[in-house]
């Protein structure tokens, strides 16, 4: 009889043992059977994101501009350049030009006559101080004057002698250059001078 009790003592404990196993065994697994150590289902983030995986940046995040093709010109200088100083304007064609220069003050002035009669007067850096217009008879005067002159045969320089204060005068006509001065202008040229608008106010 102890021989009996025995043996269903020992078959007791062992379906506890193997029911422990068993319950260690299914712990130790997943719902789909695999081991929980080689589960490699991602685990979300506190945003949401699994780790590994980049995310988008926010809304509202500027991004980094293109880079610029070298071969495009850039924006070119918003300077401005500094107006240049008044300069001659000096009629389109020119008929005659004559400088005088000296007297007491020792200033030079240029009186450019144009075909229409228009004309500028210029100071000594070239500036224009002056305009006008001769009337049809003052052009004609001057025509006339200029033909009768002769340029060609009168002589590129024509002075005498020296006159204290007085003026030189160089006559650009017709693609001839004369200079001459007070005390030795030739009649001919005091013509023109006298059909001549005046070289100040």
Do not use: H, N
């Not at 009337?135 to 009168?154: I, S, V």
């Not at 590129?156 to 002698?161: C, E, F, I, L, M």
Request: proline share 11%; aromatic share 4%.
């Amino acid at each position: 009889m102890r021989t009996g009790r025995t043996g269903r003592a020992t078959a007791a404990t062992g379906a506890v043992l193997g029911a422990v196993l068993a319950a260690l065994l299914l712990g130790g697994c997943g719902a789909d059977g695999k081991p929980a150590a080689q589960r490699t289902e991602p685990i979300a983030t506190a945003d949401g994101s699994s780790p590994g995986t980049p995310s988008a940046p926010p809304a509202g995040t500027p991004s980094a501009p293109a880079p610029r093709d070298p071969t495009t010109p850039g924006p070119g200088p918003t300077g401005t350049a500094p107006p240049s100083s008044p300069r001659a304007t000096s009629p389109s064609t020119t008929l005659v030009r004559v400088t005088r220069s000296g007297g007491f003050a020792g200033r030079t002035g240029t009186l450019v006559i144009g075909e229409d009669g228009s004309w500028s007067r210029l100071d000594g850096r070239a500036d224009e101080v002056g305009r006008g217009k001769l009337t049809a008879p003052q052009l004609g005067t001057l025509r006339a004057a200029l033909r009768e002159a002769d340029f060609a045969r009168l002589p590129r320089t024509s002075k005498s002698g020296t006159v204290f204060d007085g003026f030189t005068y160089a006559f650009a006509y017709g693609g001839f250059e004369v200079a001459t001065g007070d005390g030795s202008v030739p009649m001919a040229l005091t013509r023109v001078l006298d059909a001549l608008p005046p070289f100040e106010d």
